[in-house]
Structure formats: structure tokens, C-alpha cells
């Protein structure tokens, strides 16, 4: 079936945390984050600056499901590292140790520049000109380039429309297959600092029925 990429796009509108700790006299140096489920995660204070405790999502204020009452937004993050249901925050000059990071993921949940391909889906038979399609994102400022591979060809440049920093980059490329059989479909996206996710060199087949 169709494949749902890993990262959406929506608008967050809250309370400022860096206007809200403002307000008390901080000596710490990191912020530990309790949800009402007991899950836990932290931050360091800096890595927070543009930080967001949102009570609506697109307009609307947050539902259960989405982290009523508030939910902590941290652009360029991992969901992981945006707790919901926020109960409780806590200063402290320890770094946090959270559910997630104490089984071994990263502390520090930074997004990593990434690109996927979400049409044609894996092992899905086509014909005639076909549409590529995905999505790119990156924690770490904007995607600058993206590129197409077919069956270990040169890399193709593909064309899209810049995003907001941390946004989702919606892509888009027409190939026409030279002959029918099966194919093998890679992308890679670089950031602003050049970089490439290396799971470019997995991807997906495709089974061109005629042309």
C-alpha cells in the first residue's frame, strides 16, 4: 500500500519557554520535562531557545490525543524529544536522563538530514512516465539539494520548493524508463552544511510493466 512519511508539518502556537523561564532566577543548566503518563525527557537550557509549550495545533486548541494541555514543541527534533501531556518541568544542574535516552537513544534528538520516497511505494509495478515523489527534512537548518538515483546511474538533481527552516520539503521528479524490468529507486538530501544521510544507499524496486 501507499507509504505515510515520518514527519508532518503543522502550526504550534503557545507560551514562549524561554519568556517563561525568564521570569524566575535560573542557575541550572538543564530542564527535565514530566509528562502526566510519567514519561520524561530533558534538554539543556540553551538547546531551547526556540522552544514552544503549544496549547492549539492548527488553529485548534490541543485535543487528548495531541497533548492536552500542553506539549512542548522543539524545532528540528525528533517527536520523541516532545513530550505531551506536560505536568511538570523541572531545573536542575544534572542532565536528564529520559524513557527513550535511557535506552540508548540520542540525547540529544536533533533530526537528521533525511530523504524518503513515498510514490511509487516498494515493489510496486508501473508503466509509461512515472512520477517519483517524497519528502525531505533536517534539524539542522534547510534541505539544499536533493537527488534521484536509478539502478546505480548518475545522480539527478531534482527540483523543489524551499521551506521555512525545520519544515517538511515535498519533492518531485518525472523518469520514463528506458525499458521494462525492474528498477531500483535511491534518493539523498544535503543540508545547508553539506551533508548526506548515508541510508541513501537503500531504497526501493519498482516494476516497470511497459513503457
Known amino acids: 500500500g501507499s507509504k505515510v512519511p515520518r514527519a508532518s508539518t503543522a502550526v504550534w502556537r503557545g507560551i514562549s519557554l524561554q519568556t517563561l523561564l525568564q521570569r524566575v532566577n535560573i542557575r541550572q543548566r538543564f530542564a527535565r520535562f514530566v509528562s502526566a503518563d510519567g514519561y520524561v525527557t530533558g534538554f539543556p537550557l540553551e538547546n531551547l531557545a526556540g522552544a514552544v509549550l503549544a496549547h492549539s495545533m492548527n488553529d485548534t486548541s490541543l485535543s487528548h490525543e495531541h ?3 500542553l506539549r512542548l514543541i522543539v524545532p528540528g527534533n525528533y517527536g520523541y524529544k516532545m ?3 506536560i505536568t511538570r518541568i523541572e531545573l536542575t544542574d544534572t542532565e536528564p536522563v529520559g524513557f527513550w ?3 540508548g537513544w540520542s540525547n540529544h534528538g536533533i533530526i537528521q538530514t533525511s530523504a524518503e520516497i513515498i510514490r511509487p511505494y516498494n ?7 512515472v512520477i517519483i515523489s517524497g519528502v525531505a527534512y533536517t534539524g539542522t537548518g534547510a534541505i539544499r539539494h536533493i537527488e534521484v538515483n536509478i539502478d546505480d546511474g548518475p545522480w539527478m538533481p531534482v527540483e523543489f520548493n524551499p ?16 525499458f521494462a524490468g525492474d528498477y531500483v529507486i535511491r534518493v539523498r538530501a544535503f543540508d ?8 541513501a544507499r537503500a ?4 516494476h516497470v510493466v511497459d513503457r
Open 163 to 178: 521551506v521555512p527552516q525545520n519544515g517538511v520539503t515535498n519533492w518531485r521528479i518525472e523518469w520514463r524508463p528506458s
Open 101 to 103: 535516552e535511557s535506552r
Open 123 to 129: 515493489r510496486e509495478s508501473v508503466h509509461g512516465s
Open 203 to 206: 531504497g526501493i524496486l519498482v
Open 67 to 69: 497533548g492536552f494541555p
Open 83 to 85: 513530550p505531551k501531556w
Open 192 to 199: 545547508g552544511s553539506g551533508w548526506s544521510e548515508q541510508s
